[in-house]
């Protein structure tokens, strides 16, 4: 039996997006015809800050909501010692008679400010207060940094606000009224100009998006593979996602920004984590590091958690008196935006498509109402509002009542135990449709585990989407035990992972030509990252470790071609979109397309709200008046709530909304309103291809306004383009699992897992747990022969099999301590050199032995 010690080399090629010839180009500009933005270092920080002066709407926008900031943890600590040191509650609630001394024998109503301590006492009680001194100083400190980040921040935006100005020609009046898109189209432009990056000639949309979301995509990826510890069994409760903004800071100062992480600069990952040789050394380095921060996250815990009450008492106190069922609303998680996001999707693509499918998921939860509660809320209600009724009933004879000890208090609990009632109490129109609900959620979040589809009236499958979909009050409480519970996550769990952690950086970090360093899973490559099971079969050359889950890679690399039309995708995505859409043109050719459509919108539709106009079918329907052809019949609105969405019908209503047919929809129907001068055009074939000229010029007499409406409709159509592309693609990946193992499930491997050594032999064939990280024993083979490694790719990971890049049939990998691996070959056969040429079957460092089985990849 040969030793595989699993020293991953350094493999000579990287991803590079330029045009042939360009690769290894420096572009050489003169120095008197340089511009100010010209070779700009830090491009990762300077996109980044482009980006969120455009959602900001502004430099002013921005300037003001940070010095309002800062006036506000102002505001909470002083009013915080104010409310503890200077106030006289025995005054304030009546148990002590105010001295007036020149109305000794006259009743003189107290005032607030007879309830507010002297200054000179105020002072000398807080001057006594140790904690209290202790607060302030720190909150002191940390104001200072917050007031000297700010004013670097502003020097920084103020260049920011220039660049757009001077630049990219959009004055910070007409910002708001740009998409990101044009912004980014302009970026795109202006590079052959100011020569920003000097490696390459032209950016991309993927250099942007890469530069922009650099460290996120590794989240997100990190997050898929069930590597960061947020999931736990505990004991009664069951499983328990815990992933809080405490928690989530952490990770990424340990990972990206802080005192010794794993990158050197924004863009590029230190050289020692590149190689495989001292990866236990490193692994010891990160895991006493972890420790550090965590013991830092401990002593810190009693001021953070000081904090994290005192703003949300003052932040949701007055939201709850105005509207006490607040917190019975519910709010996407942490978790599920982490879980639900593609790589490469932006902040306000990720928050557009999730507003998107609230409605339908708050439906969908409360479909769940327990019988019980019902019943019980119901009776509760009418005894609170009886009690309620005669207080104000009497009230209204006559006023004085109110005067009357706890009667107002007494009458705002009522108001608060009836609002709260009503949220137990189900709309008795409602109609009980889960399936076709979570269809509709489906066309918006774009994943969903397999064993959801045809159980989405049990409990668990409840349960398990209100991990992504909880209640506020849930989210608030598991914020304020953060501070608490996020250093014993850092100590006792975290650091087991150190060198999972250590591998997955190795593994899955290429460099990108002119973009430096990123994630491997953030280029979107069906053939490094492709799942079989969603439409990769026969293009991927992943090993199960390589796999993304849920089809990750594939939605995404979906949803970025159709957000971003003119962007080039690779060899390999090109031809894996190409089949996509040969497959819908060839199964919307077996069926009729007008009945097809009928049957798919109508059964969405009936579970939509008409006070949703901007749902998916909506959307559709009002369009420009040329797509009629997504016009239905109005008896089908309320009717058809078993219908079932097949494949052929999503593929009908595709080929309907293929760029093709809509540019030729949307061209006829710009033509017909100039010719009758019918008002301005709403969209253009022109924008809809993604022409960098900007939509709001489509017409001499189009204003902001108009433009601003024509970039809404371009973005609801690749909107609904990707629904339905979510959805034909979830139906095919059904019907190609129904035939294979069942590996394609929701739980992952548990997060708090030991780093231990696995037997070798005697849990070879044991039944692994339910994941969809790691697949059932027996199940799983691997595809044989593999294409060359892509031009340009500079990848960081372990070549298994000599020079020749081909899998070895029949080999066993089981894991030794700490992540090392070894290999059972053929008789004979010597340990031999890793090259520095193709990995094909990289393997994770913590895994259970499987077997490879000719028929399944």
């Given at each position: 039996m040969?030793?595989?010690d699993t020293?991953y080399?350094?493999l ?6 330029s045009?042939?010839?360009e690769e ?7 120095e008197?015809?340089?511009?100010l ?9 300077f ?9 900001k709407n502004?430099?002013?926008c ?12 102002v505001?909470?600590?002083a ?13 304030l ?7 007036h001394?020149h109305h000794?024998?006259e009743s ?6 007879d309830?507010?301590?002297?200054a000179n006492?105020?002072?000398?009680r807080?001057r006594n207060?140790v904690?209290?001194i ?7 400190v940390?104001?200072?940094h ?5 004013i ?14 001077n ?5 910070m009046?007409?910002l708001?009224?740009?998409t ?6 302009r970026i ?12 390459k000639?032209e950016?991309?949309e993927?250099d942007?998006?890469?530069?922009i979301?650099?460290f996120k995509?590794?989240m997100?990826?990190?997050?898929n ?5 947020i999931?736990?069994?505990l004991?009664?409760?069951?499983d328990?996602?815990?992933y809080?903004r405490?928690l989530k800071?952490?990770?990424e100062?340990?990972f990206?920004?802080g005192?010794g992480s794993?990158?050197?600069?924004e ?9 495989g040789?001292n990866r236990?050394?490193l692994?010891?380095?990160l ?10 996250n401990?002593l810190l ?8 009450i005192l703003?949300?008492f003052?932040?949701?106190?007055e939201?709850?008196?105005r509207?006490p ?5 519910r709010c996407?998680s942490?978790y599920g935006r982490?879980y639900?996001?593609h790589f ?8 557009s498509?999730?507003?998107?499918g609230?409605?339908a998921?708050?439906k969908y939860m409360?479909?769940?109402m327990?019988?019980?509660?019902t019943?019980?809320?119901?009776n509760?209600?009418f005894?609170?509002?009886s009690?309620l009724?005669?207080?104000i009933s009497?009230?209204?004879?006559d006023?004085d009542?109110?005067?009357v ?12 135990c009836?609002?709260i009632c009503r949220?137990?109490?189900?709309d008795k129109?409602?109609v ?5 609900l979570?269809?509709v959620?489906?066309?918006h979040i774009?994943?969903m ?6 159980n989405?009236h ?5 349960d ?19 501070p608490?519970?996020?250093p ?13 952690i250590?591998?997955f950086?190795?593994n899955f970090?290429v460099?990108v ?11 979107m ?5 492709g ?7 026969g293009?991927?050359e992943?090993?199960i470790?390589?796999?993304a ?11 970025f071609a159709?957000t971003?039309?003119?962007w ?12 996509l859409?040969?497959k819908?043109?060839r199964e919307?050719a077996?069926?009729?397309?007008g009945m097809?459509e009928k049957?798919l919108f109508s059964s969405?539709?009936?579970i939509?709200?008409e006070s949703?106009?901007h749902?998916l079918?909506?959307?559709l ?16 609105h309320?009717a ?13 209503a595709?080929?309907?909304l293929?760029?093709l047919?809509?540019?030729q929809?949307l061209r006829?129907s710009?033509?017909s309103t ?6 301005t055009?709403?969209?253009?074939a022109r924008?809809?291809?993604g022409?960098?000229?900007?939509t709001?010029t489509?017409s001499?007499?189009?204003?902001a306004?108009?433009?601003q409406?024509?970039s ?6 690749a909107?609904?383009e ?6 034909y693609?979830h139906?095919l990946?059904?019907q190609?699992v129904r035939?294979?193992?069942?590996r ?13 050594s696995?037997?070798e032999d005697?849990?070879?064939n ?23 490694p892509m031009?340009?790719q500079?990848?960081?990971g372990?070549t298994?099999?000599g020079?020749s ?5 029949g ?13 059972d070959?053929q ?5 031999d050199?890793?090259?520095e040429?193709?990995s ?6 913590q ?9 399944y990849?």
């Amino acid at each position: 039996m040969a030793h595989f010690d699993t020293e991953y080399q350094r493999l000579e090629v990287s991803y590079n997006d330029s045009p042939p010839g360009e690769e290894d180009m420096l572009v050489h500009v003169p120095e008197g015809s340089k511009s100010l933005w010209h070779h700009i270092e830090n491009l990762d920080l300077f996109f980044q800050r482009v980006y969120n002066l455009h959602q900001k709407n502004g430099f002013t926008c921005m300037l003001l909501g940070e010095i309002f900031e800062l006036v506000q943890l102002v505001f909470v600590v002083a009013f915080t010692v104010f409310l503890a040191n200077c106030v006289d509650y025995d005054i304030l609630f009546a148990n002590k008679m105010v001295n007036h001394t020149h109305h000794l024998h006259e009743s003189i109503k107290v005032t607030l400010p007879d309830a507010f301590l002297p200054a000179n006492v105020c002072s000398a009680r807080i001057r006594n207060n140790v904690v209290v001194i202790f607060i302030m100083v720190i909150a002191g400190v940390f104001w200072l940094h917050r007031l000297i980040k700010f004013i670097y921040n502003i020097c920084c935006y103020w260049e920011i606000r220039s660049f757009y100005i001077n630049a990219l020609k959009i004055s910070m009046a007409d910002l708001p009224y740009f998409t990101w898109q044009e912004v980014q189209a302009r970026i795109i432009e202006i590079q052959k100009e100011h020569q920003m990056c000097i490696h390459k000639k032209e950016l991309t949309e993927l250099d942007i998006y890469h530069r922009i979301l650099r460290f996120k995509n590794y989240m997100v990826a990190m997050v898929n593979k069930s590597l960061l510890p947020i999931r736990y069994r505990l004991p009664m409760l069951g499983d328990v996602i815990f992933y809080t903004r405490g928690l989530k800071y952490n990770f990424e100062l340990i990972f990206f920004w802080g005192p010794g992480s794993l990158f050197e600069n924004e863009w590029s990952l230190k050289p020692e984590y590149k190689r495989g040789g001292n990866r236990l050394e490193l692994a010891d380095k990160l895991s006493a590091r972890i420790l550090w921060i965590g013991i830092a996250n401990f002593l810190l815990c009693p001021i953070i958690l000081i904090w994290q009450i005192l703003y949300a008492f003052f932040s949701y106190t007055e939201v709850i008196k105005r509207e006490p069922g607040s917190l019975g609303a519910r709010c996407w998680s942490l978790y599920g935006r982490c879980y639900l996001r593609h790589f490469n999707e932006l902040d306000h693509e990720l928050m557009s498509r999730l507003s998107k499918g609230y409605k339908a998921s708050s439906k969908y939860m409360n479909c769940f109402m327990s019988p019980l509660l019902t019943v019980v809320a119901k009776n509760v209600a009418f005894f609170a509002g009886s009690i309620l009724a005669v207080l104000i009933s009497l009230t209204i004879y006559d006023e004085d009542v109110l005067a009357v000890e706890h009667v107002l208090t007494t009458i705002t609990l009522l108001g608060v135990c009836i609002t709260i009632c009503r949220s137990f109490i189900p709309d008795k129109h409602m109609v009980f449709c889960p399936e076709q609900l979570l269809k509709v959620i489906l066309a918006h979040i774009h994943y969903m585990p397999d064993h959801w589809q045809g159980n989405a009236h049990r409990y668990e499958t409840r349960d398990e989407f209100s991990q992504l979909f909880q209640y506020k009050a849930v989210f608030i409480l598991e914020e304020l035990l953060s501070p608490v519970i996020t250093p014993f996550i850092l100590i006792f769990c975290l650091r087991r992972k150190s060198l999972e952690i250590i591998d997955f950086f190795r593994n899955f970090t290429v460099e990108v030509v002119g973009v430096g360093d990123t994630c491997s899973f953030a280029q979107m490559d069906v053939r490094q990252h492709g799942h079989p099971a969603w439409m990769s079969a026969g293009k991927t050359e992943a090993s199960i470790y390589q796999q993304a889950e849920d089809g990750k890679t594939e939605l995404s690399l979906m949803h970025f071609a159709i957000t971003n039309p003119r962007w080039q995708p690779p060899r390999e995505s090109t031809h894996f979109i190409s089949q996509l859409k040969e497959k819908v043109q060839r199964e919307a050719a077996n069926c009729q397309q007008g009945m097809a459509e009928k049957h798919l919108f109508s059964s969405i539709q009936s579970i939509q709200s008409e006070s949703e106009p901007h749902s998916l079918i909506a959307n559709l329907l009002v369009g420009p008046p040329s797509l009629t052809s997504f016009q239905y019949a109005q008896e089908g609105h309320g009717a058809h709530h078993s219908s079932h969405i097949g494949s052929s019908d999503v593929a009908s209503a595709l080929r309907s909304l293929s760029p093709l047919s809509t540019s030729q929809h949307l061209r006829g129907s710009f033509s017909s309103t100039l010719a009758k001068g019918e008002g301005t055009p709403l969209i253009t074939a022109r924008g809809l291809a993604g022409s960098t000229t900007d939509t709001r010029t489509a017409s001499s007499g189009s204003s902001a306004w108009e433009g601003q409406l024509t970039s809404m409709v371009l973005s609801e159509y690749a909107s609904n383009e990707m629904s339905i592309h979510a959805v034909y693609m979830h139906e095919l990946h059904k019907q190609q699992v129904r035939t294979e193992p069942a590996r394609h499930v929701w739980h992952r491997q548990d997060s708090d897992d030991s780093s231990e050594s696995a037997p070798e032999d005697s849990e070879a064939n044991r039944t692994l747990p339910r994941s969809a990280t790691f697949p059932f024993p027996g199940a799983l083979s691997r595809q044989e022969g593999s294409t060359a490694p892509m031009v340009g790719q500079r990848r960081y990971g372990c070549t298994p099999d000599g020079a020749s890049g081909t899998s070895r049939p029949g080999s066993r990998m089981s894991r030794l301590p700490m992540g090392g691996w070894t290999e059972d070959v053929q008789a004979g056969r010597h340990h031999d050199t890793v090259p520095e040429e193709g990995s094909d079957d990289e393997q994770p460092p913590q895994i259970h032995k499987v077997y490879k089985s000719v028929g399944y990849i």
